[in-house]
């Protein structure tokens, strides 16, 4: 479908923490993985036509419904054609219609399985001049599952600036029969109900099993469904799917016969992609052949699809400046399957490392350091796959619609051969919800557009129609210019944040922002090593990017939390820049880079035991200072390693703070937000309830302190699908007793049993499944420094000190049994 909006606010929408890929370690070729499906079922009816078949132009054979044994008592209904045939509109099947004045149901033989279920409407007035497409409004349902309400083709075609559309929903049948039931709505007296087209083809289960998407509790999701039933929609095969989107990214649209074997159609991508970076587009090389394998299989995506692809280009300067993104609109308070195809077709990228990139969704981090190469264990350039991520757009903005937004950018960390992302293949499938609906509501009445276009053309003519959108275009550009400068001209004075920079100084502290001294990227934008007051202090540059999605109000809040925020395990803001536009922010140097730069692919030396722990207390710390010694009271919101930065002397500094909200009232429990935060690190109550708390900042934490004790991501796609998510398995480990299997090689003879043991006691807590169960970051914090006491071996009866949150120090005497479950009030400190 055709993208018609961008909407701004997209940043308010909600994604769930899960992704899920289907790829497997082997990827053993087999010769029927390469073969097209044939269907059990291919039903293409042409409703409204007389009996025999008629051929449409991109070669399939539709059968009238009159006499098809698939529309009994038919007389009841009216055979009706198009009163005007735009130019464009195939003949099959939309020069003919069935029109539905009571319901109708056409009942379908079919063997149980999934089908798709494809609707094509022409909205025309048709024949009678009581069939006026402005009159058309009703429901199309299978079963229990409604796929439209009070659907009105017309409004739907307008939006799109389409002349016919179709509608594809996949739906699974247990029965001998797919009964597909059209109902006119019932609070319109001349409404009526009408299809052009019927298709139903059998698929196999290209979906897999919805409960695998699912690896964090979803409890009470944000709507009415539970954990249960959505489990069970996923273990009992009960989900049905609507699909938004299906698009050959960097390639032609394939029609239906150029399918294999499933007859559906990709788009041609290019009207979804955001901004003049539109990328390039190639086709495999020559010499390149697609190797299907029995876990992708030829039916997921034919050929001409992983045989193309749109990639950021051959500029590594260009491509490292800008954020390759491709751009959907959704119907709000629905999941969404999000599924990303791709081949490297390249013929000389053959290892890992040669092009790894990020991958983004909502302006949340989806996916580290992807390597197509590397995830289909290096068999070379060909070999397909694909990712799924699923992720739920509450309506709590009252807007009926929100964009979806898929990002790509190059990963640096990695430092691979290319600074480049490509992709191949993209689709967006809306999931039913608790009540088994599809349906999402009508976009807004388009008054008159066919008249307004024609008095462009013709009235005005088309040098006029030019000025005309040039005048729009400056007044938008203008508006735009003109919140910018308000939002930025609103920041407090600059006595009270720190020193304000003119962008000639930031050029020159950072070598008008040399490649050379990029030191990391984020969500906001790159950083910069530079230097300032004739170079003699270095400093962090985090130089914001439009197009990244972040922008002022990230800019503001990192400037207002930072300037009220002093403390040793928080990161200092030494000034801001906000010329000709720049959201620039500068910070104290962090010699050391974040905490994941020691932790895993990585060069450096492996960080021993003990420093790991001074470095967990220290961020603990600050978190804890955050929560308890700042007034208002601030959650971070965004708790991960690489947010996590360490100076020359090792000591852990906060960083990152553009995410962070105020704490709760002490009359409040919560605040009430929509979700961001960071794949494998979001607390899933948070997620379920959109209620943040203190308690979010623990639950990521918690995954913090097992990445730093197992040495390995809180995600890691290359694993065993149960090992995926850190979390998840490091649990699973502590609950049967094999937590030491998965502590980080380069710590086995390092860690002490009691030191170990308090560790893992506290992590688990602070992954509790409900926030009321999770410790404080006072307690988390009392805890390590425990953990780091106990590190040493001491004699039986020796006494050990252990901080007090008063500043001075208690005594506790290690005796066998001894349980430390005393812990006075804490405070920030």
Known sequence: MKTHKRNPNWLSLLLVAVITAFIDPTFAQNSTATTAYVPAEMIFLDCGASKGNQTSQDGLSWEGDVGSGYALGIQKTV??????????????????????????????PVTPGRKFVRLHFYPSDYTNPDFRASNSYFSASVGSYTLLNNFSALLTAQALNYDYISKEFSVNISSSVLNLTFTPSPSNKNAFAFVNGIEIVSIPQIFGDVNNFIKTPLIGPMNDMTDTQFRA?????????????????GGASVSANGDSGLYRKWDDD???????????????????TIKYSDIVPEYIAPPMVYGTARSMGPQALVNLNYILTWIVPVDTGFYYLVRLHFCEIISTITKSNMRVFDIFINNMTALEGFDVIAFTNQVGPGVPIYLDFIMFFPNTSGLSQQDLWVSLHPDISSKPVFYDAELNGLEIFKLNDSNGNLAGPNPPMKVKQKHIQHFLAIEIGVPAAVLFILLLLFMALRRWRQEEKTIVASLPSSSNQGRLFSISEIKTATRDFSE???????????????????????????????????????FRTEIDMLSKLRHRHLVSLVGYCNENYEMILVYDYMANGTFRDHLYKTQNPPLTWKQRLEICIGSARGFHYLHTGAKPGIIHRDVKTTNILLDDKWVAKVSDFGLSKAAPELDCTHVSTAVKGSFGYLDPEY?????????????????????????????????????????????????????????DPNLKDDISPDSLEKFVEIAEKCLAGLGIERPSMGDVLWNLELALHLHDPVEKGEPISIPSYDGMMSSIVTTEGSVFSELRSPKGR
């Open 79 to 108: 055979s009706a054609t198009p009163s005007d045939q735009a130019s464009g509109v195939p003949m099959v099947p939309y020069m003919t219609a069935r029109i539905f004045q009571t319901p109708y149901t056409y009942s379908f």
């Open 233 to 249: 929609s996923g273990t009992t095969d009960k989900t049905a799917f609507e699909t938004v989107a299906r698009l050959n990214v």
């Open 270 to 288: 290019s009207i979804y992609i955001y901004g003049a970076a539109v990328g390039v587009t190639y086709p495999k090389d020559p010499n390149v």
């Open 516 to 554: 050379s001294l990029v030191i990391g990227v984020g969500g906001f934008g790159k950083v910069y090593r530079g230097g300032i007051d004739g170079g003699s202090t270095y400093v962090a540059v985090k130089r914001g990017n439009r197009l990244s999605g972040q922008g002022v109000h990230e």
């Open 687 to 743: 997620y379920r309830k959109q209620r943040l708390t203190e308690k979010s900042d623990v639950y990521s934490f918690g995954v913090v302190l097992f990445e730093v004790l197992c040495g390995r991501p809180a995600l890691d796609r290359s694993l065993p699908e149960e090992q995926v998510i850190l979390a998840d398995w490091a649990l699973h480990c502590k609950r049967n007793g094999t937590i030491d299997q998965i502590v």
